[in-house]
C-alpha cells in the first residue's frame, strides 16, 4: 500500500498546468510536494486515518500563481494605513484626493509627509472635463499647507507634490533636470509639482526612510494578500543601491536583508526571486561593477525555494502614457521620449546601454529590463544580441519586462535566442482608451501583443506590476482573453487575444521558466511544490467576462492551507 498522503484535494477540475495541460479531478500532497494527480478515486487509496481531505465540490485547482513582476514590499508600502488609496474606485475627482488629504493632515502633527498612491488621470473627473489637465500643486495646497504630500501615480513613473514638499526637495524653476526625468513647469517656467522618471529622485531622496519594522510590516501585508489571491511565488523586481528612488525607498538594500531575516526565521511564506537594481535612473554605466560587487552573495545562505536572487533589473525608458517610452514614431501631439540613462543624446544613452547589458551578460547574471517603447526595445534586444555574440552564454534567459510595443523583429529574435517578455495585462484594460490619445488607434490596438509573442515562440509571462495594478491574476487572465476597456468596454486590439492556456501558463509554468525552477515549481505534477491555487468556480468552462469575479476559496502554500475562504 502507498504511504498516505498529508493532504488531498478531490472532486474538482485540476488543471495541472503540464507539457498537455491535463486536467483531472483530485490531486494529492505528501511531504510538501506533489504526490499524484488523477482522479477522485484512484486518489481515494492515498487517504490514510491522518490525511486532511477537502472536498471541492466542482471548483478548480491550478498550480499556485506566480506573479512574475509585483513589487511586494512596495505594494505593502503605498497601502493603507501606511499611505492615502487614490486609485480608482476610492477617488473619482481631484476634489476626493484633496478632500482625503485633508483628513489625513488633520491627523498628524504639522511636518509629517503624507503619502499616497495611485492616482490616474484616465479616472479623475477634473482631467476628462478638459483636454490636457494635470494635477499641479495648487490643487493640494490649501488643503496641505504644513505637510509635504507626495502623492505616486498608478504607474509609479509620475509624482504629484505640494508646494511644501517641492520646497522640501529644493526644486525651484532654476532646479537642472536630472538624466532621463521631466519636471513639468507652467508657462512662467515655475514647477507645477508634477515629477516624471528620475526627477522623481529629487523628491524620494528627502523622504524619510522606512525603518525595519515598517519595512517588515509592509512585506507581510503583501504577502498576505498574496495568499488571499492564490498567489505563492512572485519576483521582486529590483531592490539595491538603485532602489533608493523608486516608492518611499522601499526597494533599497535593507529590503533586501528584511527579506533574508524573514526567510532564515522561517517566517517568509512565499517564493520570492529578487532582481537586484545596481543602478538609479540614469545611473551611469561605470558605476556597475562597483555596486554589483556590494552585493556580491546576498541572501547566499537562504533556501533558494524561498529567497533567491537571480539577476539585475535595468531602467532603460519610461512608460507611453507619461510618453516618456522611446517610439520610433511620434507620439500624438509631438515627442519620441528616450532612453531614461546617462547620456545628452540617444546616440550615448544608446552606448552606455550595450555597455550595461554587456557587463550584466558577461558576469552571468540574468537580466530583466524595463523597456516599453518599440525604439527603446529593439534597441534593447540588439544589445542582448551583441552581449551574447561577445561571451556565448546558453540559457541566460534574459528577459525584456513591460515590452508594450515589441516589434515582429524584436520578438522574433527573442524567441530565436531563448529570451522571455513580461506583460501586463491588467493594465491594458485600464489604459486601452487612454492610450489611442496618446499613440493613436492603431499603436494602441497593438499594445502588449501577447499572442504575436506567443506565436513567435516566447514563454510570455503575466504580471500585475503591483502597486501598478492590484495583484489579480484572475483579471489579467480575462484581459488577455478579452483586451478589453474596463472604462468603456471597447475591445482594443482583439487579433491578440489568447486563449485560457496561454493564460494560465502566463502566471504559472512560463513564470517557473523565467525563475530558472520550472524543473519544481509551476506546474501540478509528482514531486514538485505542493503550491495550489483553488478557485469558486469552473475555471475551463467559465465565460472570460465571468473570469475576473471568481473568487480564490483556497490557497495552499508548501504544503499547508495558508488561505481559506469556502
Known amino acids: 500500500m502507498p504511504r498516505p498522503a498529508d493532504l488531498v484535494l478531490v472532486n474538482g477540475t485540476v488543471l495541472t498546468v503540464d507539457a498537455a495541460f491535463r486536467t483531472t479531478q483530485a490531486v494529492a500532497v505528501r511531504d510538501r510536494r506533489i504526490a499524484a494527480t488523477g482522479s477522485t478515486r484512484e486518489l481515494r487509496e492515498l487517504i490514510g486515518p491522518g490525511t486532511e481531505v477537502i472536498d471541492l465540490q466542482g471548483r478548480t485547482a491550478l498550480p499556485g500563481v506566480n506573479d512574475s513582476h509585483l513589487h511586494a514590499a512596495a505594494f505593502g508600502a503605498t497601502r493603507p494605513p501606511l499611505a492615502l488609496d487614490v486609485a480608482s474606485p476610492a477617488v473619482s475627482s481631484l476634489a476626493d484626493i484633496r478632500e482625503a488629504v485633508r483628513r489625513k493632515a488633520a491627523e498628524l502633527p504639522p511636518g509629517d509627509w503624507i503619502f499616497g498612491n495611485g492616482w490616474d488621470v484616465g479616472y479623475l473627473k477634473e482631467c476628462l472635463a478638459v483636454r490636457g489637465r494635470t494635477p499641479c500643486r495648487q490643487d493640494l495646497d490649501e488643503v496641505s499647507p504644513r505637510h509635504p504630500v507626495l502623492l505616486y501615480e498608478f504607474s509609479g513613473h509620475t509624482s504629484w507634490l505640494n508646494?511644501?514638499?517641492?520646497?522640501?526637495?529644493?526644486?525651484?524653476?532654476?532646479?537642472?533636470?536630472?538624466?532621463?526625468?521631466?519636471?513639468?513647469?507652467?508657462?512662467?517656467?515655475?514647477?507645477?509639482?508634477?515629477?516624471?522618471?528620475?526627477?522623481?529622485?529629487?523628491?524620494?531622496?528627502?523622504v524619510p526612510l522606512m525603518d525595519d519594522a515598517a519595512r517588515e510590516a509592509a512585506i507581510r501585508s503583501a504577502v498576505a494578500v498574496c495568499h488571499a489571491e492564490g498567489i505563492t511565488s512572485f519576483t521582486e523586481p529590483g531592490l539595491g543601491p538603485g532602489g533608493t528612488s523608486l516608492f518611499l525607498g522601499v526597494a533599497d538594500t535593507g529590503t533586501l536583508e528584511t527579506y533574508a531575516r524573514l526567510e532564515a526565521a522561517g517566517e517568509l511564506r512565499a517564493r520570492v526571486s529578487v532582481l537586484l537594481l545596481p543602478l538609479e535612473m540614469g545611473g551611469a554605466a561605470r558605476h556597475l561593477p562597483e555596486r554589483l560587487a556590494q552585493l556580491n552573495g546576498v541572501c547566499a545562505d537562504a533556501d533558494p525555494r524561498l529567497l533567491r536572487v537571480l539577476g539585475v533589473k535595468l531602467f532603460a525608458d519610461g512608460i507611453p502614457p507619461s510618453r516618456t517610452a522611446w517610439m520610433h514614431e511620434e507620439y500624438?501631439?509631438?515627442?519620441?521620449?528616450?532612453l531614461?540613462?546617462?547620456?545628452?543624446?540617444?546616440?550615448?544613452?544608446?552606448?552606455?546601454?550595450?555597455?550595461?547589458?554587456?557587463?550584466?551578460?558577461?558576469?552571468?547574471?540574468?537580466?530583466?529590463?524595463?523597456?516599453?517603447g518599440d525604439h527603446g526595445i529593439d534597441a534593447v534586444v540588439e544589445a542582448f544580441e551583441a552581449a551574447q555574440t561577445d561571451a556565448p552564454r546558453p540559457d541566460a534567459r534574459h528577459y525584456v519586462i513591460h515590452g508594450d510595443f515589441a516589434s515582429a523583429r524584436s520578438l522574433a529574435t527573442l524567441a530565436r535566442h531563448g529570451w522571455g517578455i513580461?506583460?501586463?495585462?491588467?493594465?491594458?484594460?485600464?489604459?486601452?482608451?487612454?492610450?489611442?490619445?496618446?499613440?493613436?488607434?492603431?499603436?494602441?490596438?497593438?499594445?502588449?501583443?501577447?499572442?504575436?509573442?506567443?506565436?513567435?515562440?516566447?514563454?510570455?509571462?503575466?504580471?500585475?506590476?503591483?502597486?501598478?495594478?492590484?495583484?489579480?491574476?484572475?483579471?489579467?487572465?480575462?484581459?488577455?482573453?478579452?483586451r478589453e476597456s474596463k472604462a468603456s468596454g471597447r475591445q482594443s486590439g482583439p487579433e491578440q487575444c489568447v486563449g485560457l492556456e496561454t493564460a494560465i501558463r502566463a502566471y504559472t509554468s512560463n513564470a517557473a521558466w523565467q525563475d530558472f525552477a520550472e524543473s519544481w515549481k509551476g506546474s501540478l505534477e509528482v514531486g514538485k511544490a505542493a503550491d495550489i491555487c483553488v478557485v469558486d468556480g469552473d475555471l475551463p468552462h467559465a465565460d472570460p467576462h465571468e473570469i475576473a469575479e471568481l473568487p480564490v476559496a483556497l490557497t495552499v502554500f508548501d504544503g499547508e492551507v495558508v488561505h481559506d475562504a469556502r
Not at 522640501?168 to 522618471?197: F, N, Q, S, Y
Request: proline share 7%; aromatic share 4%; net charge negative.
Open 340 to 372: 531614461c540613462l546617462h547620456g545628452h543624446s540617444d546616440a550615448q544613452r544608446v552606448e552606455e546601454l550595450d555597455a550595461i547589458v554587456r557587463h550584466v551578460h558577461a558576469a552571468g547574471h540574468q537580466l530583466g529590463v524595463h523597456i516599453t
Open 422 to 482: 513580461n506583460m501586463n495585462p491588467g493594465v491594458k484594460d485600464a489604459i486601452a482608451d487612454l492610450m489611442d490619445g496618446i499613440v493613436g488607434p492603431e499603436r494602441s490596438a497593438y499594445q502588449w501583443p501577447v499572442r504575436s509573442a506567443a506565436e513567435a515562440g516566447i514563454p510570455v509571462t503575466a504580471s500585475s506590476d503591483a502597486p501598478i495594478t492590484y495583484p489579480d491574476w484572475r483579471r489579467g487572465v480575462a484581459s488577455m482573453m478579452l
Open 332 to 338: 500624438v501631439g509631438g515627442g519620441y521620449g528616450s
Open 163 to 206: 508646494s511644501r514638499a517641492l520646497e522640501l526637495a529644493g526644486i525651484t524653476a532654476a532646479t537642472p533636470v536630472p538624466p532621463g526625468g521631466v519636471i513639468e513647469t507652467d508657462a512662467h517656467g515655475a514647477p507645477t509639482g508634477i515629477l516624471r522618471e528620475g526627477a522623481q529622485d529629487l523628491v524620494n531622496s528627502v
